[in-house]
């Protein structure tokens, strides 16, 4: 199961959302009751997910480059161009994991739709092929249909993200 470290200002249902799951799932997996307070550095099991390093993929998003890499036990599988969040609305740096995925959202997000554990963020398709390699999206990574297609049909869920500046 994967290991979510609390970080300052997170709750029970925070990291829920995060990992989208529900809050009684990570009470139980932790036998924590409803009224416990998390600490800063505390580690939560996240039940529906495999434990960190276990899958041998891992993605690393370069936003300045406007670059994704694809890694399979360090060495570079494939590099992809995204189109990476606005100046208002950038790209959150950080490390995080693929926490569930979704064909054919509709809408603006393409083909696919693979969330990440930060709400409302994910790696996604676009409708608009056109933006690929600029600063145009709410923060999302976006990635041309056949590459979000391809990607995710390598990658599983509990996939490490590695996004840096």
């Known amino acids: ?10 709750t029970i249902s925070s990291i829920a959302m995060d990992y989208r799951t529900s809050a009684q799932a990570l009470l139980n997996a932790n036998h924590l009751a409803i009224s416990s307070t998390l600490v800063p550095g505390q ?3 996240i ?3 495999p434990a960190k390093g276990s899958i041998p993929y891992t993605i690393h998003i370069s936003v300045g480059r406007r670059k994704l890499t694809l890694k399979k036990k360090g060495s570079i599988i494939h590099t992809y161009p995204i189109a990476i969040g606005k100046i208002v609305t950038a790209t959150p740096v950080g490390d995080f994991i693929i926490v569930n995925r979704q064909p054919n959202p509709g809408g603006p997000f393409g083909a696919m739709w693979l969330s990440l554990s930060k709400l409302h963020y994910g790696i996604h398709g676009t409708n608009n092929p056109s933006s690929i390699g600029k600063a145009v999206s709410k923060g999302c990574i976006r990635m041309y249909n056949k590459d979000v297609l391809q990607l995710a049909s390598i990658v599983p869920n509990g996939t490490e993200v590695f996004i840096r500046p």
């Open 1 to 10: 199961m994967y290991k979510h470290i609390v970080k300052q200002g997170e």
């Open 43 to 45: 580690v939560i099991v």
């Open 47 to 49: 039940p529906h997910l």
